[in-house]
């Protein structure tokens, strides 16, 4: 196994490829880990270009992670935040910390300088040293917006609003009637997101939000083309166990396109690269056994193993029955 390639969101995919390197290094495995990291969460607030996924990934691998929320820094403060809502600036409700904030200025900097995204990724990764190649899906923006159903606050029915403002300020609790990726036609995959698929000797998909983190990374143009053509093996992990969606609001995304909140449901949603969908083998929570035989019908080796994510050692144990189904 010298090549493995992750697509991933943020929480659920940074702790995930947290608990992969783990069980590759305590098992000697000397393999390569790409992360191709959804870029749909990001947003321009007060001139900067935050990147909720980017940052999420960086600072799990790197250390830096405020572990109880999944983003943002440990040690954090928000004295310039409060500072930016006295003028009556930026969003009340999804600040930006003091120490995050140097992210923020460092990678807006960079871009504002000629970096490409991927460029910037890199430069603020030889700090964090995560173990791991963090590759955006894209170095265009494609941002997710989300169409209002009904009128709040200060918008209107039809509206578009940025994902954040619709997972941040509502919690994803206002009826939207669609997910747009604002960009997408004019955006291309990022220098070797493509080929690090192509050339993986595994691709994972960990359990991300379906919708918008992973179902936005496959909607970049050659993501999904990759993912059929590719001689690796295809593993995903559900997301939602007992019917529940393990973080977040994945159920409120996979209501909104019509998906079943299950692992069933979701493993069927992606689909068995047989039929055209992009996955060879689908790991499900062992409350979920009795979904194993639609899986397998449908083209897609199963397993049902533990899948929640206590701790590093929970999550390497899940990383380990990754590898070992790609071998199946
Ligand atoms: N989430 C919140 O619930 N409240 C916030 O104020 C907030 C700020 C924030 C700042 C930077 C950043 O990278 C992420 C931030 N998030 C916040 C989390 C963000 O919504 C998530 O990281 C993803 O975008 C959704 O999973």
Redesign the pocket.
Known sequence: MKKITVLA???GGARFVRGLLHELTATGHDADVTVVVNTG?DVWLDGLR????L??VMYTLGGGIHED????RTGESRRTSAEIAAYGRGWP?????DL?LATHIVRTDLLRSGSTLSEATAFLCRRWQPGARLLPMSDQPVETHVRLVADVDEHAAGDLIH??EW??RYRAHVEVSEFVQVGLASATAAPGVVDSILEADLVVLPPS?PVV?LGTILAVPGVREALQTTAAPVVGVSPIIGGQAVR?MAGHCLQTIGVATSAAGVGLHYGSRASGGVLDAWLVDETDAASLPALTAAGIRAAAVPLWMHDVPTTASIAAEVLAISLR
């Open positions: 969101g943020g929480v969460d935050v990147c909720p996924d940052d999420t929320q999944g983003w943002g409700w999804f600040t930006l910390g995050d994902f954040e997972w941040v939000n983190s977040g």
